[in-house]
């Protein structure tokens, strides 16, 4: 039988719910299987819910589902708000010591919540407590595997003669890995080598938590049977990887030579500047030696800023942002734009307006980046739809940059900084280096501005020899001396916005466009929504439904005559994307002049599943839908 299995985690913010995540994750990847994981957490630092969907399969997948195969619950409000998600014939792994706890008793249920779930239980003439959902649970099917997590510990501090286990609350996490992994006969070798991994800079907690690995996946072999999945490994694909959600772009800039990144911490876009400062001394091939500077600056206002002064000096240079953060840089990146200053802001997007949802995700930022900068100057926007495109995509943003002396704004978003997949291994040689018309050396007069046949002026830089030049947030003449010339400025502006077209026409279609097929029904698309759909497209076609897909990634200058010629003898066109006023549709409409059909719209903060996106796909081609299906699934 095929393998798809769904494992979710659960307990409050700080108690280890990533790490364990990670374990399974890790372990589920050594053992053959294609995995796709998704955290969820508040923006509080610690107590408030937090938990980790890992999708496992024998066949390649891209998101995650509605149905939960697995449950691990070592906190009771886990349980209260995921017990209805259990498959027909799941599992609940939960703490024997919260069956009494009433919803009241839990207090980091919102009065929302509790609502819902009050008139739920009434409905089913159940009480409100962990033993009611739990009835719940089992009649739907699911079987229950209750064990006391207080009194495992305790148990393991007594055989280890180690009695300082006994508290260790934080080992709960590694406890209902360990659990979940017996009870579907899991091996354990690949457990204690990811534990080893995990912890290698901290040999005596790793040994600590094997042992309690150890001690629990024995307890879940002897105390739990009759689950009917096991999870005994399969053919490991070659050259795969598990990569985290921001590998994708941090790598890609190690490789395609960013040598200069700037940030101030925001979620979700920190972990890609955390991790490049992690790694900042690397050798990536013979030929790209170097590292990379990470600076850490007081504001985003001074993170554009040092982004504009290392590019004026030749350097490849970046900064890491979400919207609030983007939001400062946009006088500044108007005056890069102005003086032709490459550089790459990777965009991060996240739940807004405001602070709005702060680790929650949206893509909600894409007319603001189209748009953002007063006046007219030119800028790319650029989306990946995937971790392993991101590396790829990362370093295409730069060679955009470089020969079209830009901005390019490479829009990321929370959905995939918070994933966990297996992907194929990145390969550096894939990605090129272009510098555009950067000069290495000057011979007679300079002119930075200079009007050239193609609209691209040869590039100097800061301390060049010969190679002078001028800066100024005002219009300017060739050399970048301040004028108001009505001639000069005509000139000028055509110059720099004659690049949009160029782009276009110059930029290959499979970069601008990402083609699965087309039909009479065919989604538009950007962004991260691109696992979930090709997932829920799958599914359909086992049904006998066709469905095409067009993941538009180069969306600022928009490709209008190649999406209309794609589109041009499709019937009904669906936009699916997160956020609520469908702003991709917003631009296609703009540009194609065309209506969309049916909108398939999130904007609760969580990612999409493919069961969403499959159940909106059917109802419209069985004519059931509303012209704009509103998604809501998630805790």
Not at 383 to 407: L, V
Not at 486 to 512: A, G, Y
Request: aromatic fraction near 10%.
């Amino acid at each position: 039988m095929p393998i798809d299995f769904s494992w979710l985690i659960g307990g409050p913010q700080g108690s280890g719910v990533e790490s364990g995540a990670n374990v399974f994750a890790k372990v589920c990847a050594e053992m053959g299987y294609q995995v796709f994981g998704k955290r969820e957490f508040y923006s509080n630092i610690k107590g408030e819910h937090s938990y980790f969907t890992v999708r496992v399969s024998d066949k390649k997948i891209h998101s995650n589902v509605n149905d939960v195969t697995l449950m691990v619950a070592f906190d009771a409000e886990t349980i209260f708000r995921h017990f209805d998600e259990i498959s027909t014939n799941g599992g609940i792994i939960y703490d024997s010591d919260l069956e009494n706890i009433a919803s009241d008793d839990v207090h980091t249920l919102d009065e929302y919540f509790k609502e819902r779930l009050h008139k739920f239980l009434e409905s089913k003439n159940k009480p409100f407590t962990i033993s009611g959902v739990l009835e719940i649970a089992k009649e739907n099917g699911s079987s229950l595997f209750p064990v006391s997590f207080k009194g495992l510990l305790a148990d393991l501090a007594d055989k280890t003669a180690n009695p300082k286990l006994r508290g260790l609350v934080r080992m709960y996490n590694v406890l209902g890995v360990s659990l979940s992994l017996g009870l579907i006969k899991m091996t354990p070798d690949s457990l204690l080598k990811s534990i080893e991994s995990i912890f290698s800079k901290k040999p005596l907690i790793a040994e600590i938590n094997k042992q309690a690995a150890t001690f629990a996946y024995d307890y879940s072999i002897n105390n739990f049977h009759n689950f009917p999945y096991a999870l005994k490994g399969t053919t490991k694909e070659s050259n795969t990887i598990l990569a985290q959600g921001h590998f994708g772009t941090s790598l890609g800039k190690m490789v395609c030579g960013c040598r200069f990144q700037s940030y101030y911490p925001i979620t979700p876009a920190s972990d890609e500047s955390v991790y490049l400062e992690s790694n900042e001394i690397l050798e990536v091939q013979n030929d790209r030696p170097g590292s990379t500077l990470v600076i850490q600056t007081e504001d985003e206002i001074s993170a554009i800023g040092m982004l504009i002064g290392s590019a004026l000096t030749g350097a490849r240079s970046s900064t890491s942002t979400s919207g609030p953060g983007f939001a400062l840089m946009t006088e500044a990146l108007g005056w890069a734009g102005r003086n032709e200053v490459p550089l790459v802001i990777t965009l991060y997007q996240r739940s807004g307006p405001s602070t709005g949802l702060p680790t929650r995700h949206g893509q909600d930022d894409l007319l603001f980046a189209i748009n953002a900068g007063h006046g007219d100057f030119p800028k790319i926007v650029y989306a990946s739809g995937d971790i392993e495109e991101s590396f790829y995509d990362t370093g295409r943003c730069f060679n955009y940059a470089d020969i079209y002396q830009i901005p390019v704004i490479h829009m990321m978003d929370k959905f995939l900084s918070s994933s966990v997949v297996t992907c194929k291994k990145f390969e550096p040689k894939k990605i090129t280096i272009n510098r555009g018309k950067l000069l290495t050396h000057v011979d007679g007069t300079y002119k930075r501005f200079h009007l050239t046949d193609d609209g691209i002026s040869p590039r100097s830089k800061l301390g060049l020899d010969g190679g002078i030049f001028w800066n100024t947030g005002d219009e300017s003449d060739e050399y970048g001396h301040i004028t108001e010339d009505p001639t000069v400025r005509i000139n000028m502006m055509d110059k720099r916005m004659s690049r949009l077209d160029m782009i276009v026409n110059q930029v290959p279609h499979d970069e601008q466009i990402a083609t699965f097929g087309i039909s009479d029904y065919t989604i538009i698309s950007w962004g991260s929504t691109k696992g979930p759909i090709i997932d829920a497209i799958d599914l359909l076609k086992k049904e006998g439904f066709e469905i095409g897909f067009l993941q538009i990634k180069l969306i600022h200058p928009f490709p209008t005559d190649y999406v209309k010629s794609l589109l041009k003898d499709v019937k009904i066109i669906i936009d699916v994307e997160a956020n609520h006023s469908a702003q991709l549709g917003k631009v296609f409409k703009q540009n194609v002049l065309r209506d969309i059909d049916y909108y398939v719209v999130k904007y609760t903060g969580r990612g999409m599943t493919s069961t969403e996106i499959y159940e909106s796909l059917k109802k419209i081609l069985e004519n059931k839908a509303n012209h704009r299906e509103v998604l809501s699934h998630g805790a």
